[in-house]
């Protein structure tokens, strides 16, 4: 079974920057993707964006485009989201999350069946 923790949250001042790591815990190979989800206070969660492991393609949400960066590193079985530029409207619980085999029509093409208990991130002054 797959097992996710996230980590690197905290308080960061508008325009800051954090890196949120994802460790998991049987190769990451044997996901077809990971994604990174968040969720701010009152709203639904959204998805922030993923990395397909067979051509580590990424997407992300139009929000963080150009600001959020998905990366992994294999020897330690980890998955990165590099955040800058962080805005309030940032604010949320970021979970990160492993596809399984079934496939759905979405960035990423996969649904994700493995959750992480998530780590907060709050932009503020």
């Known amino acids: 079974q797959v097992q996710l923790v996230e980590s690197g949250g905290g308080l960061v001042q508008p325009g800051g920057s954090l890196r949120l790591s994802c460790a998991i815990s049987?190769?990451?190979?044997?996901?077809?993707?990971i994604g990174w989800f968040r969720q701010a206070p009152g709203k639904e969660r959204e998805g922030v964006g993923c990395l397909k492991h067979r051509d580590e393609s990424t997407y992300y949400n139009v929000a963080v485009k150009g600001r959020f960066t998905i990366a992994r590193d294999n020897a330690k079985e980890t998955v990165f989201l590099q955040m800058n530029n962080l805005q309030a409207e940032d604010t949320g619980v970021y979970y990160c999350?492993?596809?399984?085999?079934?496939?759905?029509?979405?960035?990423?093409?996969?649904?994700?069946?493995?959750w992480g208990r998530g780590t907060q991130v709050t932009v503020s002054t």
């Open positions: 049987r190769s990451t190979s044997d996901s077809p993707a």
């Open positions: 999350a492993a596809a399984g085999t079934k496939r759905v029509r979405s960035q990423c093409g996969y649904e994700f069946e493995y």
